[in-house]
């Protein structure tokens, strides 16, 4: 617990960063888990994945703004890979994932405003592309900004999906409020390291908040999407699914790139759609540092990777 949060704390420190993303480190640790630095690579990646039968979802790695321009940017980053996955003919089992923040959320003023702007540009260049868009759930303190943005965003873009972390206490609750027909929920642990006062902090809590979450959404009228490595919690999920007489492909399972590929095609080959989650950009590092606070014994594989490069 004391490495993760220490991670995580690392994950918001704009020094380390500046180090770290200049090393070379594309071979090692961190092409384990992120597909390059251009879209052309997330492309590529998408290309492979779907090629062994896999749907993707594709993130675009970029730090949180205060820049109106740089929102912008983004934005136009997103736009310009969709039309790259539509052109590639990897639309509609290749979506994209936006996470707010990077889209200017936290500009003073109007930040939600201009984040939603440039969202639904995004949307527009998906639904063009023939295919969907999904918001990731970012700290506690946006939970309700994100679900805000996400209802204004369905009123046109009905398929919009929402992310939600059953390290969360509220998230229950959110479960059934968005487990109706037509929406699309992305239920994950949580990656951030987040307060008693609104998050369970023991990891068996966090599980057991999981699995009331999965029956909830799997009891609804919604499209569950189970985002997990976990494989006790991967099972309950198909047990869940049989119960409620779901058939496959009326939900799916979602792993992020690089993490147990082995179990995402054992899936696939069991006739359920799975959709690996897959970042690429030139700002990956606080995105690998939250895999590391998962997984700590990766981090001894990536200090050896800087003391090599020096
Ligand atoms: C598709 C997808 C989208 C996500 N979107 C969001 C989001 O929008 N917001 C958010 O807060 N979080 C998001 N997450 C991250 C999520 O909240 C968890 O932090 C992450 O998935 C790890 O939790 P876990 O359920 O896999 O369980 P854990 O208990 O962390 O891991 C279970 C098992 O998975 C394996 N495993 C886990 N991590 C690693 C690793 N790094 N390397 C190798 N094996 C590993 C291990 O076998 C481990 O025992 C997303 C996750 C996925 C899969």
Redesign the pocket.
Known sequence: MMVRSALLGASRSDRLRHTVERLPLTRTVVSR?VAGAEQSDAVRVAGELTGEGLAV?VDHLAEDTHDRSQATTVAQAYVSLLEALHKAELTPDVEV?V?LSALGRSLPADGEAIALENARQICQAAADAGTTVTL???EHTTVDSTLDVLRELRQDFPDVGA?L?A?LKRTEADCRDLAQSGSRV?L?????DEPESVAFRD?GEV?RS?VRCMKVLFAGDGYP?I?????R?VEIAGSLAARHRREQGSYEY???Y???PREQRRLVRAGERV???VPYGPQWYAYLV???A??PA?LAFLLRSVASSK
Not at 188 to 192: I, L, N, P, S
């Open positions: 888990y979802t994932s996470r990731d759930m970012e992310v972390q390290r992305r994950c642990k949580g990656a951030y990891r599980d999981y999407m985002a997990t490595h976990d494989p919690l979602q792993m992020l690089g993490i147990r959709r690996v989650y939250r895999r590391l998962e997984r990766d």
